[in-house]
């Protein structure tokens, strides 16, 4: 039986009445989401990919405990388990936006812009008055321990990492009652329409905690896409704060929030490590999650900054010379010109998803051209930097800095790390300087 058919039977089966118009619209890791109508009736069904019956019981009681706490969430129409021990679930089909840089350019959507922080706000307070007993199975891991463990599982040097472990373990805040917290609460998990957040998706990282997590999160740098405001590109902090406790949340801590965004930065630096990670493990060969592996730099760089360190500027770098032995265009110049092609030609020739992954090939020509041209200039960089930090590589001055060899890392340290998360940069996205 085909994917497709097999959904069919289970909307069939569960709402007992055949379906029709049945479209995929996504296939993530961990789950894969289709689209039908029943008789008349738009609906969602989401399938976990992985049989995970803890997983599953605790998204549809949170589910329906978000609806009753009158978070803006889609109404559950059903919920089951397949023939292969896989969940899935059956919402109502809620319209609107989901793609951030659509949320914050698209003119159809500039009153949500002006709307969305204090609905944000609104909306958090209301998950974190959500009951705990209402949830089945809230774990309450320790995130910082849990954090460090996945960062070693991977056994890359990182020393800007190394700094924030330090930094979060030595500014960690005092314990506080704990909430029900979303877990990924940004732009991307919320649909959006002309009149502001219509709906809060993904609630697979669901968990008992810090409700500051929750408000520290949706104000990385990452998930602003771009954009000027700190919370989500689109509004303040001081709105965000406004807003949450106006809705009957409790009395925010604006230290907390920024160690939960210190710790949120690192998380998805992290999180881009295990992305790449699983293409070159061969879990899942995708071209998009190879790019993601240089993003890595981006929140290495924001993490300093979210410490409080000054970046140093930019160096000025000239391309390399081509050796003389090749013919002219160099290699950097040919694979500028397919990028050209990519980002001219194909882009604007496809909708979805194919246009969205011709984008990200183009990016990644874009970074291979500015390798091979700046190369040479970047290691002679490292190389100096490593000798005057006295180690050996990366490595050595990571497990330096994570051992305290070098006590607190002072102003040499520290700009020696920036100068290589810049130079990073410098290849892997110069425009995020």
């Not at 110049?333 to 984008?359: C, K």
Request: hydrophobic share 45%; with cysteine.
């Amino acid at each position: 039986m085909s994917g497709r058919d097999h959904i069919i039977e289970i909307l069939n089966g569960a709402l007992g009445i055949d379906a029709d118009e049945v479209i995929r619209l996504s296939g993530g890791a961990s789950r894969e989401t289709w689209r039908a109508s029943v008789d008349g009736q738009a609906v969602i069904l989401q399938r976990q990919r992985v049989a995970d019956r803890a997983g599953f019981d605790r998204e549809v009681s949170v589910l329906r405990a978000a609806h009753a706490a009158g978070v803006p969430v889609p109404r559950l129409v059903a919920s089951g388990i397949d023939d292969g021990g896989h969940g899935y679930v059956i919402t109502e089909a809620i319209t609107g936006e989901t793609i951030a840089r659509r949320i914050l350019r698209d003119d159809a959507l500039a009153h949500a812009r002006e709307v969305l922080t204090g609905q944000i706000g609104a909306a958090l307070a209301r998950i974190h008055a959500i009951d705990p007993g209402d949830v089945d199975g809230l774990g309450a891991p320790d995130p910082l321990d849990r954090l460090r463990a996945t960062f070693d599982a991977m056994d890359e040097a990182h020393p800007a990492f190394e700094i924030a472990f330090r930094w979060l373990a030595e500014h960690r805040p005092a314990p506080v009652q704990p909430t029900v917290v979303h877990g990924d609460f940004r732009l991307g998990n919320l649909i959006v329409g002309p009149d502001g957040l219509r709906s809060v998706l993904d609630w697979e990282l669901v968990h008992l905690g810090d409700p500051m997590e929750d408000l520290g999160w949706v104000g990385v740098r990452a998930w602003r896409f771009g954009a000027a405001g700190t919370v989500a590109g689109v509004g303040s902090d001081d709105e965000l704060f406004e807003a949450y406790e106006a809705a009957g949340g409790p009395a925010v801590d604006p230290a907390r929030v920024r160690w939960w965004r210190v710790f949120g930065t690192l998380g998805w630096g992290v999180i881009c490590m295990m992305q790449a990670r699983a293409h070159l493990r061969g879990v899942a060969r995708s071209h998009e999650l190879a790019a993601i592996g240089r993003r890595v730099c981006e929140n290495e760089y924001d993490v300093l900054i979210e410490i409080g360190h000054r970046p140093p500027s930019p160096p000025v770098l000239e391309a390399a010379a081509p050796s003389g032995l090749h013919d002219a265009p160099s290699g950097s110049e040919l694979l500028d010109s397919v990028a050209e092609f990519l980002t001219d030609q194909v882009v604007p020739a496809h909708e979805g998803r194919l246009g969205f992954h011709a984008r990200v090939a183009a990016n990644i020509v874009s970074i291979v051209s500015r390798e091979v041209s700046l190369g040479p200039q970047l290691e002679d960089r490292r190389q100096e930097r490593l000798e005057r930090l006295g180690v050996v590589d990366e490595a050595d001055l990571a497990a330096q800095i994570r051992s305290g060899v070098l006590g607190t890392p002072g102003a040499v340290v520290i700009d020696a790390v920036f100068e290589s998360v810049i130079d990073k940069l410098l290849v892997a996205n110069p425009r995020y300087l």
